[in-house]
C-alpha cells in the first residue's frame, strides 16, 4: 500500500523562519520563536534570536507574523479529468497552496469517475507532476458512482486513493451503504459520506424556510440532509465502522452527530467557510455564486455550526472547493450549478468574520483547519516539533486585501467573497517539506 | 378631475430617469405603488377618447422579451408600449438565437445593442430579470420570472381591486390554490401588504410553502375560510410547474372536490378574481368564472393602463402631477 498523498517532487526547504509568533494550538506552542527547516524538515525551534548562523539558509524575516502548521482540506472539487477548464491539478494545488494549505483530498466525481485503478493511477502520475502540494484522491464508493456495484476499493486502496465518497451525490440505497462499510474495513481507508436524501431535495434551489417561500425557490429542507445523516450513522454504529459526514449544514445533523459520537461511535464532521459566515439570507441577492449543495442555512444552523466547532462534534473546516465555468454561473440562479471556490479566502473569511469579530478564537479555526481534518480522514497531522516535517503557514494578520478576479490561481472565479476586502493573508506556505508558495 | 388635453408639450418626451427596474414588489414603498396606480387612472382617462394614442414615449424603444408562453402579459405590454408611441419588438424565445442554444447573457447583451429603454423579461428560471439588468443598460420590467414575481400582475390586481371596491385599505384578499408554483400569489401578497390590505392563503398543506407567513398573510388549509373576505382571488393549478409524478395533490378531481371556487363557497357579492389562463372546472367553476361579480376581464383591461403607467414611471423622472402637466398643455 502506498502513502495517500501525491506531489511533484523538488528542492526541500532549508529556510531560517525569523521572530514569528509561533502558534500551534496542538503542541501547546505560543511564543516568539525562530524555526529552521533543514531538508524539509524542522530542525530546530529556539528562542527568538539565540542563533546566528545561517548555513545556508534562506532568512525570513516574520516579526510581527503568525507561523502555524499548515492547513489541510479534506474536500475539494479539482475537476480533474473532465473538466480541466474549470481546475487543473496544477492550478487547484496552487490555489491551495496559497490559501496555507500543505494538503487537500480531491473528490472522485469527474469525468470519468474515479472509480478504478486506471483512473486514478492515471491522477497519482499527474500528480507527481504537477501537484505543488500534497494531494491526495478519494475514491468513488460506486462504480460510476452511480449507487449501484461497490468500487473495487481494495485495489484503488492499494493504488493510493485517500478514501472512499460518492460526493455529489449520496449513495441513495442503505444496503449498498451497509456493504460499504462492511467491505471498506478491508481497504482500511476512510469513507465520506455526502447525506442527501434526494426524494426530500429533489429540485431544492435553497434552504426551505421563510427565505425560500418569498423568493419562490423549491425548498431543499434541513431534514434532507439530517434524515441521512441519522440513517447514515445508524448503520455505521450497526458495523461499528467510523464515518466522516462531509460539509454539514442543518443544525439537526449537528445534534445526530454529536449523540452519536457520545455513545462511542467513531464519526467526524467537517462544515465550510461559507455555512460558518452565512445564511439563507444572502439568496435575496440571487446572485449564483451563493448557490451552494448543501444550501446555506437558516441563522439557528449556523449558530449551531459554530457550536459544534467550539466544542469538537465537528472538528474539521472543509472548503468544499468547487470551480464552475464563468458562463455556466452566469446563469439565472435556477439555472446555475451548486458551488463556489474557497481554498484562496477559507482562512481570511474565518479570520475577518469569526475571529476578529470574537465569535471563535484564532487558535481554534488554525486547529480545525489543520489536524482536526488530517485526524479525521487519517492524514499525517502537520505539527510545529523537531524532527516533523515543515508543512507551515505563514499569516499576517494585519494585512487587508480585495477579493478580485484577476487575483484568483483557481482556473475559476466562482466566489461568493468578490469584491469583499478580508483581513489575513498567507505569505508563506510550506508543504511536505518543500516551498509551495511565497507572496 | 383634470382633463387631459393633448398638445405640443407632449411632443417633447419627459426627460431620462435614473435607471430604474421592475423585478420584485419588494423594489417598491407604498408611495410607488399608490404614484403608479394614480398614473394609471391619468391613463385610463385618455385611452377613452376617439385617438388612444398618447406621444409621450415617442422615440423610446421597448423590447419584450419572452422565454415563456404569454398571452395577456406579452399582449398588453406591447399595446402598452404602442399607446405611448415607444418602438416595440418582441422576441419570443422559440424560434430566435435562444433556440440555438443562445445564454440570457448574450441575448442581453445582443439587444442591448440596440440601446433600448427598457426590456419587458418573462423567463421560466428565478433571477432572470437580475441578470438580464447586470448585462444591459435598459430598465427592466420583470413580466414573471419562475415563481418568484410578477410585479405588474399585483399592480393590475391592485388598480382593478381598487376599481370595484373603491379602497384598498383594510380589504381582505383570500388567494386560494396551487400558491406553491404562483409568482402571483407571491407578489400579491407583498403589495397588498403594502397598501394595507390583508391577506389569507388558502390551500391544500402541500401547495402551501412553508415560511410563508413571514410575508405577512395568514394561511389557511380549509376553503372554507374564503368566506370571510371581500374578494377571492383564484390561482391556476400550475400543472406546467410539476413534475410528472410529483404528486402535490391525489387527484384534479379530489383538488376542486375540496378547493374549487365553486358558486355555493362565496357569499353574495363577493368579487372573484383569477390572473388567467383559467382551468374551468379545476380550480373555478364556471359559473363563477362568469359570474357578474367576476373581475376576471377588468383585471385584463386593468393590464393595459397598468403597464402603460409602470413604462411611463421607470421611463420619466416625475410622480403624477408632473406627469399630469407633461400631458397636458394649454
Known amino acids: 500500500m502506498i502513502a495517500p498523498l501525491h506531489a511533484k517532487p523538488g528542492p526541500a526547504a532549508q529556510l531560517w523562519i525569523t521572530g514569528a509568533r509561533v502558534l500551534d494550538p496542538g503542541e501547546g506552542i505560543d511564543a516568539t520563536l525562530d524555526v529552521v527547516v533543514e531538508n524539509g524538515l524542522i530542525a530546530r525551534i529556539e528562542p527568538s534570536g539565540s542563533s546566528r548562523a545561517t548555513n545556508g539558509h534562506r532568512v525570513v524575516e516574520a516579526a510581527g507574523l503568525v507561523l502555524a502548521p499548515a492547513f489541510v482540506d479534506p474536500h475539494v472539487h479539482l475537476r480533474t479529468p473532465g473538466r480541466e477548464d474549470e481546475e487543473t491539478i496544477a492550478s487547484g494545488t496552487a490555489a491551495a497552496a496559497a490559501g496555507g494549505y500543505c494538503a487537500i483530498l480531491a473528490m472522485p466525481n469527474t469525468d470519468p469517475v474515479v472509480d478504478s485503478a486506471a483512473v486514478l493511477g492515471a491522477l497519482v ?39 472512499f465518497t460518492d460526493d455529489g451525490r449520496p449513495v441513495v440505497a442503505a444496503g449498498l451503504l451497509r456493504r460499504a462499510l462492511q467491505y471498506g474495513a478491508v481497504a482500511g481507508r476512510p469513507l465520506a459520506l455526502h447525506c442527501e436524501e434526494p426524494t426530500l431535495s429533489r429540485d431544492g434551489q435553497m434552504h426551505e424556510g421563510a427565505v425560500s417561500a418569498e423568493l419562490g425557490f423549491t425548498g431543499y429542507p434541513s431534514v434532507a440532509e439530517s434524515v441521512m445523516v441519522g440513517r447514515d450513522l445508524a448503520l455505521a454504529a450497526y458495523e461499528d465502522r467510523s464515518v466522516h459526514l462531509m460539509h454539514l449544514s442543518a443544525r439537526e445533523s449537528v445534534d445526530l452527530l454529536r449523540g452519536a459520537k457520545a455513545a462511542g461511535l467513531r464519526a467526524s464532521g467537517e462544515v465550510t467557510p461559507h455555512h460558518l459566515c452565512l445564511t439563507d439570507e444572502a439568496v435575496r441577492s440571487l446572485d449564483s455564486n451563493v448557490k451552494m449543495n448543501p444550501p446555506l442555512r437558516a441563522e439557528e444552523d449556523r449558530q449551531a455550526l459554530l457550536a459544534a466547532l467550539r466544542d469538537g462534534t465537528i472538528a474539521a473546516i472543509a472548503t468544499d472547493h468547487a470551480p464552475h465555468a464563468r458562463h455556466e454561473k452566469e446563469a439565472p440562479f435556477e439555472a446555475a450549478p451548486f458551488g463556489v471556490t474557497g481554498l484562496e479566502t477559507a482562512f481570511a473569511v474565518l479570520y475577518t468574520r469569526l475571529v476578529e469579530t470574537g465569535v471563535l478564537p484564532l487558535e481554534l479555526v488554525l486547529e480545525r483547519m489543520s489536524a482536526g481534518p488530517a485526524r479525521a480522514l487519517g492524514l499525517p497531522v502537520p505539527r510545529i516539533g523537531t524532527g516533523e516535517p515543515a508543512n507551515l503557514v505563514l499569516l ?18 466562482n466566489s461568493w467573497l468578490l469584491g469583499e476586502t478580508l483581513h489575513g493573508a498567507v505569505r508563506l506556505t510550506v508543504a511536505g517539506g518543500q516551498v509551495a508558495f511565497e507572496a | 378631475m383634470a382633463d387631459i388635453r393633448l398638445v405640443r408639450g407632449d411632443l417633447v418626451p419627459p426627460e431620462r430617469a435614473p435607471r430604474r427596474h421592475l423585478i420584485s414588489i419588494s423594489d417598491l414603498t407604498r408611495d410607488d405603488v399608490e404614484r403608479i396606480l394614480g398614473t394609471a387612472k391619468t391613463l385610463a382617462r385618455s385611452l377613452e377618447r376617439e385617438v388612444k394614442k398618447l406621444p409621450t414615449l415617442r422615440g423610446r424603444t421597448v423590447v419584450n422579451l419572452f422565454y415563456e408562453s404569454s398571452t395577456r402579459t406579452s399582449s398588453s405590454f406591447e399595446l402598452a408600449a404602442k ?18 442554444g443562445e445564454s440570457l447573457k448574450d441575448t442581453a447583451l445582443t439587444l442591448s445593442a440596440y440601446d433600448p429603454d427598457v426590456i419587458v423579461i418573462r423567463h421560466p428560471q428565478i433571477g432572470a430579470p437580475q441578470l438580464v439588468a447586470r448585462y444591459t443598460g435598459a430598465s427592466v420590467i420583470n413580466a414573471g420570472d419562475g415563481k418568484h414575481q410578477h410585479p405588474t400582475q399585483a399592480l393590475l390586481d391592485l388598480y382593478t381591486m381598487e376599481e370595484a371596491l373603491g379602497r384598498l385599505e383594510g380589504l381582505h384578499v383570500a388567494i386560494v390554490g396551487d400558491v406553491l408554483h404562483s409568482r402571483v400569489a407571491r407578489s400579491l401578497v407583498q403589495a397588498l401588504t403594502l397598501v394595507g390590505a390583508r391577506s389569507t392563503l388558502v390551500a391544500p398543506p402541500t401547495l402551501l410553502p412553508r415560511g410563508i407567513e413571514a410575508l405577512g398573510c395568514e394561511t389557511s388549509t380549509d376553503i372554507g375560510s374564503i368566506a370571510a373576505a371581500d374578494v377571492v382571488y383564484v390561482l391556476r393549478m400550475q400543472q406546467e410547474r410539476m413534475e410528472a409524478g410529483e404528486a402535490f395533490v391525489p387527484s384534479l378531481r379530489e383538488y376542486s372536490a375540496r378547493w374549487g371556487v365553486t358558486p355555493e363557497r362565496l357569499r353574495p357579492g363577493q368579487k372573484v378574481m383569477h390572473p388567467g389562463p383559467m382551468n374551468r372546472g379545476v380550480e373555478i367553476d364556471p359559473r363563477v368564472a362568469d359570474a357578474a361579480d367576476a ?24 410622480p403624477v402631477a408632473v406627469a399630469a402637466d407633461a400631458m397636458s398643455v394649454a
Not at chain 1, 138 to 163: F, P
Not at chain 2, 83 to 100: H, Y
Open chain 2, 295 to 318: 373581475l376576471i376581464e377588468s383585471q385584463v383591461r386593468s393590464g393595459l393602463v397598468v403597464r402603460m403607467a409602470v413604462l411611463y414611471d421607470l421611463l420619466t423622472t416625475g
Open chain 1, 125 to 163: 502520475e499527474l500528480a507527481r507532476e504537477e501537484a505543488v502540494i500534497p494531494t491526495g484522491f478519494m475514491a468513488a464508493i460506486s462504480k460510476g458512482q452511480a449507487g449501484h456495484e461497490l468500487t473495487e476499493m481494495a485495489e484503488l486502496a492499494d493504488a493510493g486513493a485517500a478514501g
Open chain 2, 83 to 100: 399607446r405611448l408611441s415607444a418602438d416595440t419588438m418582441t422576441i419570443r424565445a422559440a424560434g430566435s438565437s435562444v433556440d440555438k
Open chain 1, 396 to 413: 499576517d494578520l494585519g494585512a487587508a486585501w480585495q477579493v478580485q478576479e484577476n487575483g484568483f490561481r483557481s482556473r475559476s472565479v
